[in-house]
């Protein structure tokens, strides 16, 4: 069965370095998401990106953040400079259509020291 | 603000014993109810709900949503160890593609 695929499955980083979190969501889907999930508490909707650009962003998605899809697999989440309580559990998602469930990846656990 | 209230917040139960999960929403716009379960990472699907009154059923699972009533109930009858695990709910709605999650129901089985 096809799956959503994220790398790395755990990145350490300095707070104030840039990180990249990269996933390749289901090939013939069209919608594309980013959750986060810190030690203990609920899973947080970041953003949503359809046809090449955001369609929705939650208050913790501001401006150190962004999203890429730079070629036609891969989703990318860009932290510009971390800061310690980004540390958390990052889960790309993909469906297909509007009225199909989410697939999530197994995601990545962001450590910030 | 959409809401997600998942309740019990935790359950123990014994291998066998059979379990309810509730979920109550207040959601605009609403178009369907997803049940996910969260084992040690991602996050996998269960059910999509749209239509009230009708039971979907997986082997030992089973989901029914209640639109007047705002709410949805799984069940899990002579649970297993391989059933503990974080049980999710979200409403998405029409207009807005995101999922609000619950904070979800942790249910832990004893052999």
Request: with cysteine.
């Amino acid at each position: 069965e096809p799956e959503v695929t994220q790398t790395p499955s755990h990145q350490v980083t300095q707070m104030g370095q840039e990180v990249i979190l990269r996933c390749v969501p289901i090939s013939n889907h069209l919608y594309f998401y980013w959750y986060r999930q810190i030690l203990g508490q609920k899973v947080e909707f970041l953003v949503s990106f359809y046809n090449n650009e955001i369609s929705e962003k939650s208050e913790i998605f501001d401006d150190q953040f962004s999203v890429e899809r730079p070629d036609g697999s891969n989703f990318t989440l860009k932290i510009r400079s971390t800061k310690l309580e980004d540390s958390a559990m990052y889960f790309c998602a993909s469906k297909d259509d509007n009225n199909s469930p989410l697939h999530f990846g197994n995601g990545t656990r962001l450590t910030v020291t | 603000e959409d809401k997600v209230v998942q309740s019990p917040l935790s359950l123990v139960v014994h291998e066998g014993d059979t379990v309810t999960l509730n979920c109550s929403y207040e959601v605009t716009n609403f178009r369907s109810l997803l049940w996910y379960k969260q084992e040690k990472k991602a996050p996998t699907f269960l059910f999509m709900l749209t239509s009230s009154g009708i039971e979907k059923k997986s082997g030992r699972l089973s989901s029914i949503l209640d639109k007047k009533e705002l709410f949805s109930i799984l069940n899990i009858t002579a649970t297993q160890t391989g059933d503990s695990a974080v049980y999710l709910c979200a409403p998405p709605n029409f207009g807005n593609e995101k999922l609000t999650f619950g904070t979800g129901t942790r249910l832990t089985i004893i052999p």
